[in-house]
């Protein structure tokens, strides 16, 4: 049975309203000001010891000033603040409120403790461990091999039976 193609419609305005509600969201997030070079750097430098602790790639350095953050930037720092959030430090940072250079190098000096705090490098430890042991295990089919003979699988007696 397939969806109705007016339901569909409206499943897809929906979803494309919500995609628009969500992006909105983050551009008032998204740090506006006057921000240089040296200082973004230094920001991305903090960034860069936490990011390897969570499997990440490392964030590349800024090559010159700018007025906006880029959106990979910002979904990085709210990685990051959501993981520490998860981990129950409440409100690491607050993006809204950088500005300037000054700013920049608070938030730093606030991902630099995040670096260092020992609940989320021990809750990032745990999720690394928690994926590495949900990671699927193939399943081989082998028949045993016994004195009587091989042995047969539940399925293959139940397809026997059947």
Do not use: H
Not at 30 to 59: H, I
Not at 60 to 72: A, G, K, L, N, Q
Not at 113 to 138: H, K, M, S, Y
Not at 148 to 161: I, K, S, W, Y
């Amino acid at each position: 049975m397939s969806i109705p193609q007016d339901i569909q419609a409206d499943i897809d305005d929906v979803a494309t309203k919500k995609e628009m509600m969500v992006t909105d969201a983050m551009m008032d997030m998204v740090p506006r000001g006057q921000f240089g070079a040296e200082a973004l750097n230094r920001l991305v430098d903090e960034v860069n010891k936490l990011l390897p602790k969570m499997d990440m790639p490392l964030y590349p350095t800024f090559s010159e000033d700018i007025t906006v953050f880029p959106p990979e930037f910002v979904d990085v720092l709210m990685g990051i603040a959501d993981v520490a959030s998860q981990a129950g430090i409440e409100a690491p940072f607050d993006l809204s409120a950088v500005e300037s250079d000054r700013d920049l190098a608070m938030l730093a000096g606030q991902v630099a403790q995040l670096a260092e705090d020992q609940t989320l490098l021990d809750f990032i430890a745990g999720a690394n461990q928690e994926e590495a042991e949900e990671e699927p295990v193939a399943e081989v089919d082998t028949m045993e091999e016994t004195p009587e003979g091989p042995v047969e699988t539940d399925e293959e007696l139940f397809l026997r039976r059947m």
